[in-house]
């Protein structure tokens, strides 16, 4: 069993991704397999450094260690070769459609708009997929994936129409998500992938990759998210406002780690404790199913409730 926690350095770390670690983490665990930590820095116009290294400290002070770190802005050339792959197949089209010419058309299941294929005939220039200065995107087969993830999730789609070819090389050469994200699951031997709800919507269409691909798999759960009230009340994935250093200087790690584990129902009471702590009671049907908002001041500290 490999498991992998694969945050974004695209701003603070906060209460929602340690809570995704600690769940990837104690799952790992549990079952005596491998956590490896993959940071996906590759948006270059988001990433920063600094989130890197405040996402490492963060996950060593909450007590989480890893059998491996892998940066994915190192496996430029897996990716370059998958595209390759893909173009071989005949699989990789440019398309000049922008955002506008989406908006106002179908909603996809991640409340985005559905591309509609529209550019699936072009063919790519004679200099291949490296000459194109449009987004890539890949010609999925338009079969529907059936799966329900290992928490009974039903996360069946027919990603061609239900999103729409997915883009795998955005047209300032950065790789896009869908493509990294398969590429180095596959590549690591990944087995189990522990994720956010909120990525749900995304896995058919890596599903589709991964055979396009020929790689296997893995099985997927899709956990419960912290969420807070963004402006205009609407709730919204707690993002980057609940500072880490605000955390750090408000919490020990082992509080944390306990208001953490009382929040996923994993304990009856938020004491504090180390996950190695955690490790013997782990079980998945004890973890809540339903998503809970967080607040953060500096007199209570770190307060996690249900949606009232
Ligand atoms: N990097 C993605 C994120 O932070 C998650 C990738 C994944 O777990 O598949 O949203
Ligand atoms: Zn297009």
Redesign the pocket.
């Known amino acids: 069993m490999r498991s992998r926690f694969a945050p974004s350095p695209t701003g603070e770390a906060h209460p929602g991704t340690l809570l995704a670690a600690l769940l990837v983490w104690l799952d790992a665990r549990k079952a005596g397999g491998a956590a490896l930590l993959r940071l996906e820095d590759l948006d270059t116009t988001r990433v920063k450094a600094a989130w890197s290294e405040q996402m490492l400290d963060a996950l060593a002070w909450l007590g989480l260690d890893w059998d491996e770190t892998i940066v994915q802005s190192g496996r430029k050339a897996a990716h370059e070769a998958a595209l390759d792959q893909l173009a071989a197949a005949g699989r990789l089209y440019p398309?000049?459609?922008s955002r506008a010419?989406r908006a106002g058309g179908r909603r996809a299941p991640d409340g985005g708009w559905a591309?509609?294929?529209?550019?699936r005939d072009?063919p790519l220039p004679a200099g291949g997929w490296r000459a194109v200065d449009?987004?890539l995107?890949a010609h999925l087969d338009d079969s529907r994936v059936e799966l329900v993830d290992d928490g009974g999730l039903d996360v069946s789609q027919t990603p061609a129409h239900d999103m729409g070819d997915p883009i795998l090389r955005r047209r300032d050469g950065v790789i896009a998500y869908q493509l990294a994200v398969v590429v180095d699951d596959a590549a690591a031997g990944i087995t189990h992938v522990v994720r956010g709800r909120d990525i749900a919507p995304s896995t058919a269409t890596q599903v589709m990759l991964q055979r396009l691909l020929g790689v296997p798999t893995p099985h997927y759960r899709h956990h419960f998210l912290l969420l807070e009230h963004s402006k205009g009340e609407k709730l919204a994935k707690l993002h980057g406002s609940i500072p880490f250093g605000e955390l750090r200087a408000r919490h020990a790690g082992d509080e944390l780690c306990g208001l953490l584990a009382h929040a996923a129902d994993l304990v009856d009471e938020a004491r504090p404790c180390t996950p190695r702590e955690l490790v013997a009671t782990f079980d998945w049907a004890r973890v809540r199913n339903d998503d809970l908002v967080a607040t953060f001041d500096r007199e209570r500290g770190l307060v996690v409730q249900r949606q009232s």
Do not use: G
């Open positions: 398309c000049t459609c010419d591309y509609e294929n529209t550019c072009k449009d987004n995107r």
